[in-house]
């Protein structure tokens, strides 16, 4: 079998893909990061930008149907059973 173009690691993982959720990841730890040395007036941390957003009710369900729609894209839609073949 050929492997593709992006290359694939154990268990059928994408390398590109690892790469670029580390990416993203570390982007938002240096955010956090900035954010708590740095004046909270200036440079606003993710924690600061949630605490916002979920002060509201409707931000709260809001905040909830994104995580539930993410979770369904991500996790559940390329999910098969393992006893169906």
């Not at 390398?15 to 990416?23: D, F, H, N, Y």
């Not at 949630?50 to 509201?56: F, I, K």
């Amino acid at each position: 079998m050929r492997r593709s173009a992006r290359g694939s690691g154990r268990g059928g993982v994408s390398t590109v893909g690892v790469i670029g959720w580390a990416v993203i990841i570390g982007a938002f730890v240096a955010w956090e990061g900035l954010g708590v040395v740095n004046d909270h007036d200036r440079w606003p941390t993710i924690s600061d930008m949630l605490r916002a957003v979920t002060r509201p009710v409707a931000g709260r369900w809001i905040l909830f149907s994104l995580w539930l729609w993410l979770g369904w894209h991500l996790f559940v839609r390329g999910w098969q059973f393992f006893l169906r073949r």
